[in-house]
């Protein structure tokens, strides 16, 4: 069957040369010119499939991701890299994650973190597909439930590079953390479709919906509704150039 569903990709900020492929049942791929050929890559991956594939801000040789099958497996849940996805290690197992089409940005680092004696980020988050979010504060060692909310269920997380807050974005809104995943705050009603943040201008948000393009420069205090002529009705999956 080969990759049978492609789900997720992703390129390493640092250079644009490390990026990763992650399939349903068909394992994970890595490149390392820019996507110019793949490799499988999934030696210690005991799932058999990847989505979320993260890379660690502070240091692109950890990589974080969501092992997955087309249905629910005791292999399935994080595993961390820390030699660029040569390597794979299983950090929070969960047989109750699926994964089955989940493309999803459910793992976020949180830069402002940077921790010398992990050699990265210190503070990462998973939202699992039921809306449970996990918080790690050792670089990934240890996991625990910090929030659970079937508000945030299928939604998609992202952290401001600047400043730690983390984001929630859901069918059922905009959620907003100023504690690092203590408490959240709703900050905007709508039935959200994606999201993305930039590192070049941390304090934008962008979210899209059926009603349009909900821009926020302000960390997500406020936000401005943007829809052309032309725009979609069935908007998915957002993604803002970090360049221009």
């Known amino acids: 069957e080969g990759c049978q569903w492609p789900l997720f990709i992703t390129f390493s900020d640092h ?60 292999h399935n849940g994080l595993y961390l890299s820390q030699n ?12 109750s994650v699926n994964g089955h089409r989940d493309y999803r ?6 830069k402002t973190s940077n921790d010398q004696s992990i050699g990265g980020s210190a503070v990462a988050y998973w939202l699992t597909e039921w809306g449970d979010l996990y918080k790690t504060e050792d670089g990934a060692k240890h996991w625990s439930r910090v929030s659970a909310s079937s508000d945030y269920a299928n939604g998609e997380i992202f952290v401001n590079p600047s400043n730690g807050y983390v984001y929630i974005a859901s069918q059922k809104g905009f959620f907003r953390s100023v504690d690092r995943g203590v408490s959240f705050e709703k900050k905007l009603d709508a039935a959200l479709t994606g999201i993305d943040v930039i590192g070049n201008l941390p304090n934008n948000i962008y979210l899209c919906s059926a009603d349009g393009i909900y821009i926020s420069a302000d960390s997500g205090e406020t936000f401005e509704n943007v829809k052309g002529s032309s725009y979609p009705s069935c908007a998915h999956r957002i993604e803002v150039s970090p360049t221009d």
């Not at 660029?84 to 047989?95: I, K, M, Q």
């Open 15 to 74: 250079d644009g040369s490390l990026a990763f492929l992650g399939t349903d049942v068909g394992g994970l791929y890595r490149s390392v010119d820019g996507g110019k050929s793949w490799k499988h890559s999934s030696i210690g991956l005991g799932s058999e499939g990847a989505t979320a594939i993260t890379v660690d801000p502070n240091n692109q040789n950890r990589i974080l991701l969501c092992g997955v099958n087309s249905t629910e497996n005791s």
């Open 84 to 95: 660029a996805g040569l390597t794979w290690s299983p950090v929070c197992t969960n047989g």
């Open 105 to 110: 940005d459910s793992i976020a680092f949180d």
